[in-house]
């Protein structure tokens, strides 16, 4: 049954597997039988605000650093990354940044008039500096590079801050009067939190993996010849070393093991060892203190200014109680008006197919393969589409073998998404790969006796087309793309994530050459500090005669000469003006397929003449029941609690559900007068609204079963809020059509990204004219919504609210503030990923204060906590393992995933764990 009771709960977050089976039966589960009602009265907006005045009075500060001026007359705070400056015994705090800098770990000049702090006003963290008035604000740092933690030195001439330009992160050194950057760190590891002790020395922490801790080097030191000594070790995530006045005393943070702990003590008593605390050093935190991840400030030879809890707080050093000195701080706001669209949920007659996947063109140039609603298809340039498949399972990534005589494609059909080869001449399919594990994005050799793929492990495999012998090309990637062959068949390019440094997972994607021969791999960078690609099958792809490669770089159809070995050879040049997506060569050389929305073209890429096709391609939408129907069930679950439960049940007893053609008519007590026409006998089952999975990413490697696992579940509405655009748009047509089983679907595209990026998909974006093109497919795709991530600049992704409200679209991201203040509609992860290192909406003790609590109550945000992916997932297996004997995992999972699962239980569950 579709469309029938408006599902008011919330899905548990589930992994989705990939095993064919039966469909799941009701009442064959351990928990008690119910009869299935699938929810569609949903909508994913936000409540629109109708231009609401917003105003909250915040005492409270998540992740929040402060500053104490030299003079002690001023704390600098960067309350919800702006930079407050209030009384030095606490007070109202007053604003000197505007909203959208994220201005950061706030450090004062020695004469107490500037303050410098990390800023993320474009697509990179760099060095700001500005008047403790707030006037006179100034970049001191710039580039592509990250440039983190300023300290002022003592002389009020230097800045010391981290920074990921030399490919880790370092120890750098700002000379203010002349703008010269020295490098005083080198090592492998990352070490960053810089601090002056005295004016020749830098306290820093490094996360080497010996000895992790706080060490200290000269600040004249050149990198690679610095002499560095550790001065205090820890076994944990090390913060913020400072030294006392007269350079006697060290304080810094430390989170680990469940706790945090602010450390006091002579540095000068011993480093001690790998693993442990340094001796001489205690911690003067309290036992629960939520300590704040910053440099503590020593306020005398005696005493540290720092953050915990949500409040600024002074302590002795000696220990004893610490000390709130209280903040006020105004935040007003108006969020805008907005009108989301509304879905379609009476479809009727053809409906244009968005979901094209991974159109190749053949070595001739004269046909397309491409997969839709299920099946692939190939079509004439110019001519209709013939389907080449007709089952119910999943068929993608089709890849045509060098002769144009056989497809080879992925299809689910043997249970698992495997690697098959169609005979274009007798229409004969073989299966190549036999594995439990999706094998996906064929490419097929040179000479047509390999193909190339990717499997969940990140790996790269190659298969004998005869023999399906396998062998591995390269070891784990973070979902490369899709490989393409270098003309002689001795190499793979891919894109890939070339990180910047290894303490953040960000970076940009580049081609990877990898060789098969035995050597190194090589990175290939066409454009520096410029995403190739959005992984996937965004390119690379190299040229049949090895002259060139074709890519996607700013959303645009990107070509550059290369040498034998695929190394560039000249700069890159645009043939498209519009965004594009899955180029693919002629076996010529002289022409691209890519697709451009719905439809295709073909360029020329000496002379960029362009041959538009449209594959006119249609799905029905699944025909509406007739007539109408009563459910007659025992129980139906209302999840009313106390005064407002019956009879104090969360559910009501001997209930008529009556639908008429997709819709409920009425629910109410059972009476034998609604019994005239079908009667579907639950008289002995319990009836749920469908459940809505609020925040899933799907994924084509689970094949067919997918939508049944949503389903067996009772999961009968999913948010997808981020994936690739033409896949999702392939399940909505899927699914609405009756193709493929499975929910209702909410949707987004690729996620609105800054320059460094981190999934496969993120629309890698700066100022160029890439970001009107990502809205105007948003909006040409038929979006439910936009999601921003978390490298996108404020000022930017404020631009994509408005405009995407404009079209009826609400925005999403991993960002409270300013996104609330710009009029974002939801928050995604109480937690999740952030660009600062540490979330500003949830302390590393996983507690959040009155700021996002305040901000978020008032502002009527939605938020999708996702508690499973954060360890909640894993203590529900720690403490009952009962429910992997469901039937529907034992029928729907292949055993992979339960296996992955039972091991979760082996390791014995800690007290902390279980708490």
Do not use: C
């Not at 579709?2 to 899905?11: E, M, N, S, V, W």
């Not at 392939?730 to 609405?736: I, K, L, N, S």
Request: charged share 20%; no cysteine.
């Amino acid at each position: 049954m579709r469309k029938l009771l408006p599902g008011t709960a919330k899905a548990a977050p589930y992994v989705p597997g990939t095993a064919k089976a039966a469909p799941y039966v009701p009442g064959t589960a351990k928990a008690a039988p119910y009869v299935l009602l699938v929810a569609f009265a949903f909508t994913l907006d936000a409540q629109p605000s109708g231009g609401r005045a917003v105003h909250v009075t915040l005492h409270e500060g998540t992740s929040m650093a402060a500053a104490l001026s030299p003079d002690g007359r001023t704390i600098a705070i960067d309350l919800l990354g702006t930079l407050w400056t209030l009384p030095g015994g606490g007070g109202v705090a007053k604003a000197i940044t505007d909203i959208s800098m994220d201005a950061r770990q706030p450090s004062w000049s020695p004469d107490s008039t500037r303050i410098a702090f990390q800023a993320y006003r474009s697509s990179t963290w760099q060095i700001w500096t500005i008047k403790a008035d707030g006037t006179d604000l100034r970049a001191v740092t710039s580039g592509p590079y990250d440039d983190r933690e300023p300290s002022w030195s003592p002389d009020g001439r230097r800045i010391a801050f981290s920074s990921d330009r030399s490919g880790t992160y370092d120890v750098w050194v700002l000379t203010l009067a002349t703008g010269d950057i020295s490098q005083v760190t080198a090592d492998p590891s990352n070490e960053f939190h810089p601090s002056w002790h005295g004016g020749s020395e830098i306290a820093f922490v490094s996360d080497r993996r010996d000895t992790p801790g706080v060490y200290i080097v000269s600040a004249s030191a050149s990198g690679s010849n610095a002499a560095e000594r550790l001065v205090a070790a820890s076994d944990g995530a090390v913060a913020g070393p400072a030294f006392a006045p007269d350079g006697s005393s060290i304080a810094f943070t430390v989170l680990g093991g469940g706790r945090t702990r602010l450390m006091i003590g002579d540095p000068s008593a011993g480093a001690g060892s790998s693993g442990t605390t340094s001796k001489g050093v205690r911690n003067i935190a309290d036992t629960d203190e939520d300590v704040f991840p910053f440099r503590p400030q020593w306020v005398s030879q005696t005493e540290v200014l720092y953050t915990a809890d949500g409040r600024i707080k002074r302590r002795q050093a000696a220990g004893g109680a610490a000390r709130v000195i209280e903040l006020t701080a105004d935040v007003s706001f108006t969020r805008p008006a907005f009108t989301p669209k509304r879905r379609a949920f009476d479809l009727s007659g053809p409906q244009p197919v968005r979901g094209i996947m991974h159109p190749v063109i053949s070595p001739d140039g004269k046909q397309v393969a491409f997969a839709a609603v299920g099946d692939l298809w190939v079509m004439p340039v110019g001519g209709a589409p013939q389907r080449l498949t007709h089952d119910a399972f999943l068929e993608t990534d089709p890849a045509w073998s060098p002769d144009g005589a056989s497809l080879a494609y992925s299809s689910d059909r043997d249970g698992f998404m495997n690697v098959w080869v169609r005979d274009l001449r007798s229409g004969v399919d073989r299966q190549v790969t036999r594995g439990s594990s999706a094998a996906m994005q064929a490419a097929w050799s040179p000479d047509g006796s390999r193909i190339a793929f990717s499997d969940p492990e990140g790996q790269i495999q190659i298969v004998d087309v005869k023999s399906g012998a396998i062998r591995k090309a390269h070891d784990h990637l973070n979902e490369a793309g899709r490989a393409s062959w270098s003309p002689d068949g001795n190499a793979l390019v891919v894109s890939s994530l070339k990180v910047y440094s290894t303490r953040f997972r960000e970076g940009t994607n580049q081609v990877l050459r990898i060789s098969l021969d035995g050597q190194p791999d090589r990175w290939f960078d066409p454009l520096p500090h410029k995403s190739v690609g959005m992984r996937e099958d965004y390119g690379p792809v190299w040229s049949p005669d090895g002259t060139q490669m074709a890519a996607i770089i700013d959303g645009l159809l990107t070509v550059w000469p290369v040498g034998r070995d695929g190394a560039p050879q000249g700069p890159p040049r645009p043939l498209s003006t519009g965004l594009a997506g899955s180029p693919t060569w002629t076996g010529d050389s002289r022409r691209i397929l890519y697709q451009s929305g719905s439809r295709l073209k073909l360029v020329d890429v000496a002379s960029r003449a362009v041959q538009d096709i449209d594959p006119h391609l249609t799905w029905t939408p699944a025909p509406t029941p007739i007539g109408t129907k009563t459910i007659h069930a025992a129980r139906v679950w209302t999840g009313r609690q106390g005064r407002e439960a019956l009879n104090g049940l969360p559910y009501d007893e001997n209930v008529d559900i009556v639908v008429s053609g997709n819709r409920i008519k009425s629910v109410e007590p059972h009476r034998d007068a609604l019994h005239a026409g079908t009667v579907v006998d639950a008289s002995n089952e319990t009836v749920i609204p469908g459940l809505i999975e609020i925040h899933t990413h799907l994924n084509k490697d689970y094949g067919e079963a997918l939508g049944r696992i949503f389903l067996s579940w009772g999961i009968t509405t999913v948010r997808n809020p981020a994936t690739n655009t033409f896949e999702t748009m392939e399940y909505r047509d899927a699914f609405e059509s009756g193709a493929r089983i499975g929910p209702r679907l909410f949707t987004t595209g690729e996620p609105f990204d800054g320059t460094r990026v981190y999934y496969p998909g993120g629309s890698s974006l700066d100022d160029t004219g890439q970001l009107p093109l990502a809205l105007e497919r948003a909006k040409d795709a038929g979006f439910d919504f936009i999601k921003t991530y978390v490298r996108l600049p404020d000022l930017m992704q404020r631009r994509i609210i408005d405009e995407a409200h404009r079209m009826g679209m609400p925005v999403t991201s991993h960002e409270l503030y300013p996104a609330v203040a710009y009029g974002a509609d939801g928050v995604e992860h109480i937690r999740g990923t952030s660009r600062r290192g540490y979330s500003p909406k949830i302390s590393g003790l996983s507690r959040s204060y009155r700021d996002v609590i305040d901000l978020l109550t008032a502002s009527k945000m939605t938020l999708t906590p996702t508690i499973g992916i954060q360890g909640g997932f894993r203590l529900q297996t720690l403490r009952d393992a009962s429910w992997m004997d469901d039937s529907r995992i034992q029928r729907l999972y292949p055993a992979s995933i339960a296996q992955r699962w039972r091991n979760e239980t082996r390791a014995p569950a800690s007290a902390a764990a279980l708490e």
